[in-house]
């Protein structure tokens, strides 16, 4: 069993989304649709935000423009 799989993919497809997505379409014209990222949580969730959120400043980048938890 793999530890934190979950919050990889999350965070993956987020930045996926947002960032680079090398050519690949999911959702139309994805740049120039998606130019935020709101995050909202409660209990279990606001805990996993607040990690990404977290680990995000250490690393130095935003993985949301707005977190609400």
Not at 17 to 27: D, I, K
């Amino acid at each position: 069993m793999v530890a934190g799989a979950g919050l990889a993919a999350i965070r993956d497809v987020i930045s996926f989304l947002r960032y680079e997505n090398r050519g690949t379409v999911l959702l139309g014209d994805q740049s120039r649709h998606l130019r935020r990222a709101i995050a909202f949580g409660t209990s279990q969730s606001g805990r996993l935000l607040r990690q990404f959120l977290y680990d995000s400043v250490k690393r130095g980048y935003c993985f949301a423009d707005s977190v609400f938890v």
